[in-house]
C-alpha cells in the first residue's frame, strides 16, 4: 500500500468519529437505488445523521435529502462534519480542492472503496481535513451500533 492512501490509521478511533458526527455531505449522491452513492446516504440518513445530496443532476430536494449543485452551493456558515466522496477518483482532487474551500471546513473526507485518491489524501492532509478511505456504511456497522 502507498504510503499517502489515506486507510484509517490504526490509532484513529472510529466509534469516537461516528460519535462526533452530525453532518454528512454524499458528494456523487445517486437516484439509483441499487448504487452506492444512494443506499449509503439512506442508511446514514435513517442511522440519525443530517445527509446532504450533492449532485447537480436534481433539485433543491431528492429522495428526502436536501440536495445542492455543489459543495459551494452549501449556504456558508453550514457546519458540515465528512464529506463521502462517490465519485472517481481523477476528481476527488477537484473535490478536496472544494472541501477546503468551505467556511467552517469540514474535518474529514473519506474515500468510500472504489474512489481513494492518494494525491487527493495528501491534499486533504495538507488542507488539515483528516483523510479516510472507508465504506462509512460498513464502518458504521461495526463501530456505532
Known amino acids: 500500500m502507498d504510503h499517502e492512501h489515506a486507510a484509517v490509521p490504526a490509532e484513529f478511533d472510529l466509534k469516537q468519529f461516528f460519535a462526533e458526527i452530525k453532518t454528512i455531505a454524499v458528494v456523487g449522491y445517486s437516484d439509483k437505488p441499487d448504487r452506492a452513492g444512494h443506499y449509503v446516504a439512506h442508511y ?47 476528481f476527488v482532487p477537484e473535490v478536496v480542492a472544494a472541501v477546503a474551500g468551505m467556511e467552517p471546513r469540514p474535518k474529514y473526507i473519506v474515500m468510500q472503496p472504489g474512489a481513494e485518491n492518494p494525491a487527493a489524501s495528501q491534499l486533504a492532509r495538507e488542507a488539515g481535513i483528516v483523510p479516510l478511505d472507508l465504506c462509512m456504511m460498513a464502518m458504521h456497522k461495526v463501530w456505532a451500533r
Do not use: Q, W
Not at 431528492?62 to 464529506?83: E, K
Open 44 to 90: 446514514l440518513a435513517d442511522s440519525g445523521y443530517e445527509v446532504l445530496a450533492i449532485n447537480p443532476k436534481f433539485g433543491d430536494e431528492v429522495n428526502g435529502l436536501t440536495c445542492y449543485a455543489n459543495l459551494a452551493a452549501i449556504p456558508a456558515g453550514t457546519h458540515v462534519d465528512v464529506i463521502d466522496v462517490f465519485r472517481a477518483p481523477p
